[in-house]
Every structure is written in C-alpha cells, then in structure tokens.
C-alpha cells in the first residue's frame, strides 16, 4: 500500500513533533534509521522546521552512538527498539558514558520496549525514556510524555494530538478497561492510500482509521496495547492475543525476551507457541515457565509448546513477523500433534486409572496424562464443578474444587484422595505477592474455584485467598450457624495475616459472612481497611415488587391482556412463598438432628453434610443481620429490566453497613460477575483499594533520573 506523504501532512507531523517533544533550534537530534522510513522522515522535517540539527548514521554501531554522544552533544535520540535493546546490551562496556552529555529524553519508536530495558536505559542515562506509538499512515498516535508528567511503562502513553478510540468488534466504541481495535482520526493522518479503493474501504471507517492494533485504556487514559488484530491466534474458537502472552512471560526474571505465534493444529486450526530468549546464566526450562504463566493465564492461552532461542528474528521495522517465526527460526513443531499427556512414564493406579477416565470424559480429551496440569489443558471452573461431581458419584468421595489449587494433576488428586488429609477452609489461590492480602468467602456453592479468574486480574503482586465452606471430605461437620462460620473463619485468616488492616470481601452468601467477620474482626480491635461485598442481597427489605410496579417495569398493555399477566405473577409469588416455607421447614427439623449426631460423635448422613445444602438454609438467617458499623464497597450488577426483584435486593445494605457506603456499579449479571470478563471491573476497582507498598516507597521520577 501507498501511503502519499504531502506537504500538508509533512508540515502538520513537523511542527507537532516540535510542540510536543520541546524542539528548538538548540537540539541536536539523532535518527539511526534511513529516512525513506516514516521515523526518518519526520524527524528531518521536524529538524527543518525548528531550526535544529540532524544527525545520521551511514551504519549504526553501538560505538558510533557513544561517538555521536560525546562529540555532536546529542540532545535528543529517536530510535527503534532493537537499536535500544543493542545500547543496553553493551551498557557495562560503556559505563563511563551515561552521565556526562546533553541528552533530554530518548523515544522508542517500532516496537515494545521491555520495562525493565526501558527502567535500565533510565537509569543509565538519567533522562525519561519514552515509549511511543504511529505508523506511516498517522505518524505519533501515543506517547508518554515529558516530565513533569506521568510516564507509564508497560503502555504508550495517552493520545498526541488526535482523537483515538477503542472500538469492539460489534462496531461499537467502548470505554476504559475494554479491549477493541485502536481508532484515529486528525488533522495529521492520511486521507487514503493512493490509488487502492479497496484498501481504503477496508481501513477507513465513517472518518476513522482502523490501525489494526488491539489495545485498551486504563483509568489514566493511557493506552495499553495487547496485539495485532490479524494476528490473534484462534485456537479452537478461543481467540489468544500474543502481545498478552508475551507480558505474562516477560514478567518472569529470568525471560530476557519472548514472543508467542501461532502454529497449525488438526483439532484446534490454530496451537499457542512461544519462542523465548533467557537471561544470561538462567536455566529456565519449558515445565517450570508454563507453570508460571497459568498463574498469569488462562490455561487455554498458555502456549502449547515453549522454544528457547538465542535471538528472536525481527524486521528491518524492529517488528516480529509471527506468522513467519516458526520457519524463520526452524522449529520442530511435530510435538504440536502428539497427544497431550500421552507418554506417561509409568503404569497408573487403580486410583489413578479411573481419574483419568475421568479427566478425559470431562476434558474431552482422548488421553490425559498423570502430571499434566487441569487448568493446562484447557480446563475451567464449571469443567471443574463437573470433574468433581463425577469423582463424587463414582469413587464416593468428596474434595472441595478449589483442591484442583493444591492437587491440579491426576496423580496429585489420587495421592489428596489416598491420604484422606482434611480439608482446610483457607485457600491460596495465589500466595505470593508484595500487597496485603485480600481474604474472599466463599458463596452459597462453599466453593472458590470461581475467584481464579479475579486473581489473573488482581495480579500477580497481589495476594489472594480464597475462603471455602469445610465439611467437603466429610471429616470436619460443616457450620449451621453464621456467627460460628465466621469465627472460624477469623480464626484461620489471622494465622496467615495475624494483625490488621484487612481486606476481606465476599460474594453473593459470602458478603454477608464477610460482614459477620468484619464486625468480629473489628470489636477485637483491629483495622478492616476494605470490606467488600461482591453483589449480596441484604435481605432486609422487600424481596420483590407489587403486581402494579412489575407491570409498570415491563410496560405491559391494558385490558385482557393483563389476566395471563396477573395469573403469572401469583404464580411467581406462591412458588416463592412455598419454597422459603419449605427451607425453613428443613432447617427447623434438619438442624437439630444434625446437632443430634455430632454432639455424639457419629458420623453424620450425606443428606445433612453437603456444605453447599446447609448454606442455603443458613440464608435464612441473614434477614436479620446486626448493623456494621464500618465502611464498605458494594459492587452492584443492574436488575433485569423485566424481573419481579424488589430495588431491595440491591439496595438495602444502606441498612446495614451503618458508616460510609460506596456503591459501584459493574458490569455483568450475578452470575457472571465473577466470571470472566466481567470480573476484571471488580478487580481493577480492588487494585485501587489494596494499597501497593513497593508503589509508595519508590520515589517519583524526574528528568534527572531516579
């Protein structure tokens, strides 16, 4: 494609390049690239326009950089990625050189830098390092900016002189948070390739241009970009961003550099690989790197295959061309075909034999191997809540899902079942991290499987444990009174944090326990920092709306029209009315048999020991919870616009929670809300409220470095 470069446009990019970066007839800048590249270009007309010298490289050499430093008094450089990562690698030959020149700032053009290249580059030079984001056809789209402003690594800063939205694949636009294909128009972006109609119908979008970028802002306005739009790999109808496999890999130490691909596959069409370059003297291998994505992950993204290589091939661009790395670089990928799991290196168990006809019924796998890991082939939580059901039903024994944590393979899962260990009610769903860390109970389920995802979008850095309802191995008698669930519950979370502040929060049933545990916690005298309460009804006002306010709600028709209308809504409301009369019936005569056997010391009938049973007649309690008084964030999923629910249901915790309450409306429903994707809009707002102690003690950057 032909992008027409006009003098309109060569004026508009020039003095725009000037305005932005501070340009005056004083600078003294460098270009190491050709200027029949669009980098080239605007860098020598932004020099003719203001009055400032350029500077060229006939061929680039680290040597010649240095030279160009000390003898030219280079003021300002604008240089791709592989041309940075070159004066990184030979930093220790040159450590003389980083202090004593005129440097200002350094821009990264053509690709992603690593935050840890950029941070070393900062620090080395003293001066901000700035990622930024154009193409020929627009020139600068994004930039981080110049201090005193924000400069924020892992994005491309927020928009530079033009307009860019985010635009899903339904056509609409959408907002912070939500991934789409990146937007642009302004006064400096093309108004069509020449002579290609086609092409211009393809890119040009009622006056927008489609970059073909996949990207998303942050609640900065910072632009994060997450990969190619044509480059997503479809795997199996799910679609993997690579540039989201190449951040979780490059956040491991000792992964110098990485970039994932797509290769063929029978089954899937499209397999995730990943090509990686180590840190010098790392031993890293494929295991223990996939080991550590699935906790960045989900396990569908994680690639299939990992290749450890010297050098990661690119363009004369900087750019990885992904689709051609396999052949590039000559990869065997006949491992992409084998079966997964399918040379076990020794004869299973009985126990284990009849797992893995498990795992492969549910996994619909043809063959699972005894270490490979759940979550690795492609498993989730409702897979999860199947497998475990299966177990029970077949082998007569029950584990809580959050074990697939502790016990992810086959043969772990037999030697968790063997070893009849009980189960505890605290879970680790990921333990390591330098913020505080935040304690989620359980809801009515008594299960946390389903806070995996909300702990890929909290982080790495962040702590999480999920509270789980004990009684699943049927060796503990689960609770049948709150006050007593959350006094354990108390108990457990202080042998890991013994002090405040806390963070606790809970889901559905489980907001409600948090609420008992927070008052606990608080008339001990310690600091509830952050309670939240993920889409829990109160109980304590009205449940549902009179038959004139749902017809109201749904805009029904008058006249006859109301009589199957009418016969529907009493219908609703005897079925509710029998149904809570029949649950308080059952906890009326179950309670106290069940207290029956436990005082003496037999083993209590399966019908009265399932956790998840007893939760919902504990429900019953709840409509009359004492008041809180301590703060709280109530996140709120929307009502369905046709459903009898009273405002109620939603809004009656301004009964309850007696100090400040915040209420945040998300996304999703109350079933998805924890759920992916809707569950990363509840944790962006937990990031904001757990306070990050490596973040407060750094000190703030400057144009002197840090």
């Known amino acids: 494609k032909r992008v027409p470069f006009t003098h309109r446009l060569a004026l508009a990019r020039g003095l725009s390049e000037n305005t932005f970066f501070q340009r005056t007839s004083a600078d003294v800048c460098l270009c190491p690239q050709r200027l029949y590249y669009a980098n080239g270009l605007n860098q020598m007309v932004s020099s003719l326009t203001c009055g400032s010298a350029l500077a060229l490289t006939p061929s680039f050499t680290v040597e010649t950089f240095f030279h160009y430093l000390r003898e030219l008094g280079l003021t300002c450089v604008s240089a791709s990625v592989p041309f940075l990562h070159r004066i990184h690698e030979s930093m220790d030959a040159f450590a003389g050189e980083g202090r004593d020149h005129a440097l200002r700032y350094i821009r990264a053009t053509s690709g992603s830098l690593a935050p840890a290249v950029a941070d070393a580059l900062e620090d080395f030079f003293g001066v901000p390092i700035l990622e930024n984001y154009s193409s020929s056809e627009t020139c600068r789209i994004c930039c981080n900016p110049l ?188 491992r992409a075909t084998e079966p997964v799991g399918a040379a076990d290196d020794r004869t299973p168990t009985p126990l284990e034999f009849r797992l893995q006809r498990i795992w492969q019924r549910i996994l619909n796998r043809p063959h699972v191997g005894l270490d490979d890991n759940f979550f690795l082939l492609g498993g989730d939580s409702l897979m999860a809540v199947d497998l475990f059901l299966q177990i029970e039903l077949e082998l007569k024994h029950r584990l809580p899902v959050a074990a697939l944590f502790e016990a992810g393979t086959v043969a772990d899962m037999a030697r968790l079942i063997e070893d009849g260990e009980p189960q505890g009610c605290l879970v680790a769903i990921q333990p390591e991290g330098t913020r505080p860390p935040f304690f989620c109970v359980h809801g009515a389920s008594g299960q946390v499987i389903g806070f995996y995802s909300l702990s890929r979008y909290l982080g790495p850095d962040q702590p999480l444990y999920g509270i789980q309802s004990i009684g699943w191995d049927r060796s503990t008698p689960p609770f049948t009174r709150s006050v007593d669930m959350a006094a354990h519950y108390v108990d457990e979370l202080r042998k890991v944090q013994p002090h405040g502040p806390y963070f606790l929060g809970g889901y559905s049933f489980g907001g409600r326990i948090a609420v008992y545990m927070a008052d606990i916690l608080r008339r001990a005298g310690e600091e509830v920092a952050l309670l939240a309460i993920i889409d829990s009804s109160s109980l304590a006002g009205r449940r549902y709306v009179t038959f004139g306010q749902w017809l109201a709600r749904i805009n029904a028709p008058g006249g006859a029209a109301r009589i199957p209308l009418a016969l529907r809504y009493a219908w609703f409301r005897i079925r509710k009315a029998y149904d809570d009369l029949y649950q308080r019936g059952r906890r009326l005569v179950l309670f106290p048999i069940r207290e029956h056997y436990r005082t003496r010391g037999l083993k209590v009938p399966l019908s009265m020991a399932r956790p998840d049973r007893l939760n919902l007649l504990i429900r019953h309690e709840h409509r009359n919870m004492p008041r809180y008084d301590g703060d709280a964030v109530y996140f709120r999923t929307a009502i369905e616009d046709r459903s009898m629910a009273h405002p109620d249901v939603k809004d009656s915790w301004t009964r309850i929670i007696t100090g400040r309450l915040e209420v945040i409306d998300v996304p999703g429903t109350h079933e998805s809300v924890i759920q992916d994707p809707d569950v990363r809009h509840v944790a962006h707002v937990l990031r904001l409220r757990i306070p990050d102690p490596a973040a407060e003690a750094a000190p703030p950057l400057t144009a002197e470095g840090r």
């Open 147 to 334: 201090p005193p402003k924000a400069r924020k690594r892992g994005t491309v800063g927020p928009p530079s002189d033009c307009e860019v939205r985010i635009r899903a694949l339904d056509g609409r636009f959408v907002g912070t948070g939500e991934r789409g294909e990146v937007m642009v128009r302004g006064d400096r972006i093309i108004d069509g390739y020449e002579d290609d109609d086609q092409a211009n119908a393809e890119a040009f979008v009622d006056g927008w241009l489609r970059t073909g970028d996949e990207g998303m802002f942050d609640e900065d306005g910072y632009l994060r970009l997450t990969g190619r739009i044509k480059e997503m790999i479809n795997r199996g109808g799910e679609k993997v961003s690579p540039a989201e496999v190449d951040a979780a890999a490059m956040a491991h130490p000792e992964v110098a550099e990485a970039a994932a691909f797509p290769i063929s596959h029978p089954t899937l069409g499209e397999e995730v690989a990943l090509t990686v370059v180590r840190e010098p003297g790392s031993e890293i291998g494929e295991d223990a790197l996939a080991r550590f994505l699935l906790g960045r992950l989900s396990g569908f993204k994680v690639p299939r295959l990992i290749f450890f290589v010297d050098a990661i091939p690119k363009s004369d661009a900087g750019r990885v061309q992904r689709y051609r790395l396999a052949d590039d670089l000559g990869l065997d990928l006949s």
